[in-house]
T-cell receptor, first 112, second 114 residues
Framework: KQEVTQIPAALSVPEGENLVLNCSFT??????LQWFRQDPGKGLTSLLL?????REQTSGRLNASLDKSSGRSTLYIAASQPGDSATYLC???????????FGSGTRLLVRP | KAGVTQTPRYLIKTRGQQVTLSCSPI?????VSWYQQTPGQGLQFLFE???????NKGNFPGRFSGRQFSNSRSEMNVSTLELGDSALYLC?????????????FGPGTRLTVL
């Protein structure tokens, strides 16, 4: 059974710092991995999608990497800003259907 | 281009009642998935519909059901509500080849069961 873990559960950093959020999964046979952010009481915003054949994806200040063999993905946020404060969730797609298995998230606070 | 919409945004029901939630996907998307989010269990997959067929179902009791219409809009129904059904219910749509499985979520329906 696929399990997804995110460490740390919470993170507080000063503005401007570069940071890394971690996601690990137990079964390397994934179809894709998607990173989302969620603001309090809101839905999920898609940040990056990495297909199983890819090693990384970049969008602006965000870079996500994927290492299937070790069951790990990282989300790198450069030059963090207070507006980046949110909960970040990673989710693993198991096959070509659209079912996602989510981690429990990392709650990020960027202090001005 | 309109995103995923969910109605209603908030619902308050009492135990034993039933509820129907609605989700309209992004235009052109044929897949709609439903998730339940609670503080204790996080985000859990309920079911996924593609072209009016349920393709996948999560580990939820039969009180949770859904359907998808020919225009891809989907409804989720929960019968005989329990206190533990209080949650944020999120739907996601996908299906354009360009985005290859990337899923886009709606704002959610906050259900409170009293």
């Amino acid at each position: 059974k696929q399990e997804v873990t995110q460490i740390p559960a919470a993170l507080s950093v000063p503005e401007g710092e570069n940071l890394v959020l971690n996601c690990s999964f137990t079964d390397s046979a994934i179809y894709n991995l998607q990173w989302f952010r969620q603001d309090p009481g809101k839905g999920l915003t898609s940040l990056l999608l990495i297909q199983s054949s890819q090693r990384e994806q970049t969008s602006g200040r965000l870079n996500a990497s994927l290492d299937k063999s070790s069951g790990r993905s990282t989300l790198y946020i450069a030059a963090s800003q207070p507006g980046d404060s949110a909960t970040y969730l990673c989710a693993v797609g198991l096959d070509s259907s659209y079912k996602l298995i989510f981690g429990s998230g990392t709650r990020l606070l960027v202090r001005p | 281009k309109a995103g995923v919409t969910q109605t209603p945004r908030y619902l308050i029901k009492t135990r034993g009642q039933q509820v129907t939630l609605s989700c309209s996907p992004i235009s052109g998307h044929r897949s709609v998935s439903w998730y339940q989010q609670t503080p204790g269990q996080g985000l859990q997959f309920l079911f996924e519909y593609f072209s009016e067929t349920q393709r996948n179902k999560g580990n939820f009791p039969g009180r949770f059901s859904g359907r998808q219409f020919s225009n891809s809009r989907s409804e989720m129904n929960v019968s005989t509500l329990e206190l533990g059904d209080s949650a944020l219910y999120l739907c996601a749509s996908a299906g354009l080849a360009k985005h290859t499985n990337e899923q886009f979520f709606g704002p959610g329906t906050r259900l409170t069961v009293l």
